[in-house]
């Protein structure tokens, strides 16, 4: 066997591989899409939910200083004013001057070369004016304005009863008016009094899908304080779905408009935050040399101040070598007391933790290591991409670490005509689904293409019962890497 290694992976190839070997779809596909979204078939599921419960057991279930929650997507808007949310979290958005498509202005700079981190909204549109840079459409772009990405909806009655009010208001003042002429004063009188019923019942029930799931954290600390009383320095974990209305959602999962995200405000004295800055960091490392993802691709970026958010005071994100580019993959920050104090200021409600033992009391600070789990799903899939040749044949072989192969092992009779074999291998086939969950059957096509079939999804063994297996109660194992076949008993699998 020569094993030549192809490491250059192209975007396009992981695409495919994910649609054309059930990892990842389009979203809405059969409907023509949905920009922005993707679905998981029954393998990118299984990896996202193997890398989603390996981050909980480092993070959560190994340590004793963690804490689990679940809080609802739909929070109170109260949450998103105070975390200063409703007013700042905006990209700058610019506008074809002709077909009036919309693009993010610093996509629109990167796009041309030029690194916009740190740019004022008027230092972006001075640039786009400077270099002449027009849409990708040939086209003038407008200046920028601030665009905010929260998704709003309505809960509730208010805001549909406040629409269907405010119709029929109008709809009476039109049969007044066709039957008795217009009467100016009372139809602005009516007009207002429409529109006022209409926004008050949009404005009282307006709530935002979360954009970060960092606030359900947040708004459950005084829970967790109160039920566990907890040591400081203690962190409250978080799992689940974010959405952002991304100016320009791109580079598959990379930037969605709906994905997940992993996060950890890890409450701790102001004294001594960078111990635990330090600390988390190193975790953070920890957790993705467990991902496999190669050491040389990860990187740490200090984000000057100019590029931090709000209420971060030091951030540093871990961009990795994705093949779209150096891109980040997760960040952690010093938040402060930003959070917990606009809570205490904005619910009256005291955020102060007690010191067991002492009158010393505070409001900690907070550390927040923010994982999207999109990105880390993309890193895994591209560091697992391998093109090699197997005895002069080209073969594509995922090269997941065995603990988050979505297959752990592949059974088949070595011919699915011969009833002793296909009996045989059922036998070994639930042995092996008993112990380790996730294993596949395959008896289609040749061996050989059974193991490319395998390779290209990553599974680390392939087991073969073949007439030997009859007479020895053993089975060949195949190893995914080397393609080494060794024979095992089956006791031993
Ligand atoms: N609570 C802090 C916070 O949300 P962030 O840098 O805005 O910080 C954290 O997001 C992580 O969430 C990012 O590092 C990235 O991994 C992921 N993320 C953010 N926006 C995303 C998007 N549109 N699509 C996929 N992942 C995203």
């Excluded at 030549?4 to 495919?16: D, G, L, Q, R, T």
């Excluded at 990795?320 to 959070?339: C, M, Q, S, V």
């Excluded at 072989?397 to 002793?420: D, G, I, R, T």
């Excluded at 092996?432 to 193991?451: A, E, F, Q, S, T």
């Amino acid at each position: 066997m020569s094993n030549k290694s192809e490491k250059n992976v192209a975007m396009e190839n992981i695409v495919s591989l994910a649609k054309r070997r059930g990892f990842i779809y389009p979203g809405s596909d059969v409907y023509g899409g949905l920009s922005g979204t993707w679905d998981y078939g029954p393998l990118g599921v299984a990896l996202k939910r193997n890398i989603m419960q390996l981050w909980w057991k480092m993070f959560v279930d190994d340590r004793d200083d963690m804490y689990g929650v679940d809080a609802a997507i739909l929070m109170n808007q109260k949450v998103w004013q105070a975390s200063g949310h409703v007013d700042t979290f905006v990209d700058p958005l610019c506008e074809d001057t002709v077909n009036h498509r919309r693009f993010r202005t610093d996509h629109i700079l990167k796009d041309n070369g030029i690194n916009a981190d740190g740019l004022t909204m008027g230092q972006m549109d001075a640039l786009i004016e400077e270099k002449g840079i027009k849409s990708p459409d040939g086209n003038l772009l407008s200046k920028s304005r601030t665009f905010n990405m929260m998704f709003e909806t309505y809960i509730g009655s208010n805001a549909t009863v406040g629409l269907e009010s405010a119709k029929e208001r109008l709809l009476t003042l039109k049969k007044k008016q066709d039957e008795q002429g217009i009467d100016f004063k009372e139809a602005f009188e009516e007009l207002r009094a429409a529109m006022t019923t209409f926004i008050e019942g949009q404005a009282s029930s307006t709530v935002y899908l979360r954009p970060e799931t960092a606030q359900g954290i947040f708004t459950n600390y005084k829970n967790v304080v109160d039920n566990f009383y907890p040591d400081l320095p203690f962190g409250l974990a978080q799992q689940g779905k974010a959405f952002r209305n991304e100016i320009s959602p791109r580079d598959f999962i990379f930037r969605s408009r709906e994905f997940e995200q992993m996060e950890i405000e890890y409450f701790v004295d102001p004294d001594k935050w960078q111990e635990s800055f330090d600390t988390l960091l190193a975790d953070v490392h920890a957790f993705l040399e467990a991902l496999g993802l190669p050491q040389d691709h990860v990187h740490e970026l200090e984000v000057p101040e100019a590029d931090r958010a709000h209420y971060s005071k030091r951030t540093i994100d871990i961009e990795y070598d994705f093949p779209i580019g150096k891109e980040e993959l997760l960040g952690i920050a010093y938040r402060t007391d930003f959070d917990l104090m606009n809570i205490q200021n904005n619910s009256g409600k005291s955020m102060e933790y007690t010191i067991k033992g002492t009158n010393t009391k505070f409001v900690p600070h907070v550390i927040e290591p923010s994982f999207g789990v999109e990105r880390a799903v993309m890193a895994v899939l591209s560091a697992a991409y391998t093109e090699d040749e197997v005895n002069g044949e080209k073969r594509i072989v995922m090269k997941f670490p065995e603990h988050l192969a979505p297959v752990k092992y592949c059974v088949s009779p070595l011919l699915k005509n011969k009833p002793e074999l296909v009996a045989k291998a059922r036998e070994v086939y639930q042995i092996l689904k008993k112990k380790h969950g996730n294993v596949m059957w395959d008896d289609n096509g040749n061996i050989g293409k059974r193991y490319r079939r395998q390779d290209e999804i990553g599974t680390p063994y392939c087991v073969v019962v073949d007439f030997d297996s009859l007479e020895n109660n053993d089975v060949t194992i195949r190893d995914r890497d080397t393609t080494e076949q060794k024979r095992v008993p089956i006791a031993e699998l």
